[in-house]
């Protein structure tokens, strides 16, 4: 892959962990109130919509091995139907739904340090390329 490639796939990345980290905030708020708005509810249905096609999307065209948090996705979405049913779930098994949260987002940073580190790759493999025909010529 070359480097607008690789710029491409960060900036996709990192839209999705904007809604990812999105998603959270949404979560947070519905536990927090006494009872979610309706306006919540889908707002929080459409957001988990959004992020599955999303990581259906970026499971496609990531390069293999990068992008694997995609049953991380579908077990937290899974468990977390809605925002009044959040409501009735024991702390633990809340604390379980934001753990699978922290550590999906700590594999979302290393995926884009991961994109990072093949696209300055990428650079340097095309900046010696240019060099060594500069030379030959």
């Known amino acids: 892959m070359d480097e607008q490639t690789y710029q491409a796939l960060v900036k996709r990345l990192q839209e ?10 949404i979560f947070d708020r519905g536990l927090e109130t006494e009872k979610p708005s309706e306006e919540d509810e889908i707002k929080f249905r459409k ?4 992020i599955v096609r999303r990581a259906q999307y970026l499971m496609l065209i990531m390069p293999e091995g990068v992008f694997g948090i995609y049953g991380d996705v579908i077990k937290l979405f899974r468990d977390s139907i809605s ?6 779930e024991p702390s633990i098994r809340i604390n379980s739904l934001r ?3 922290h550590e999906s987002q700590i594999s979302l940073n290393k995926m884009g340090g991961q994109l ?7 650079e340097t ?6 060099l060594s025909k500069l030379k030959r010529g």
């Open 16 to 25: 999705f962990t904007r809604l990812w980290e999105e998603f959270i905030h």
């Open 47 to 50: 957001l988990q919509y959004e």
């Open 83 to 88: 925002l009044r049913i959040l409501k009735t």
């Open 99 to 101: 753990s699978i949260w």
């Open 116 to 122: 990072r580190t093949r696209m300055q790759d990428a």
């Open 125 to 130: 493999t095309k900046s010696k390329g240019f």
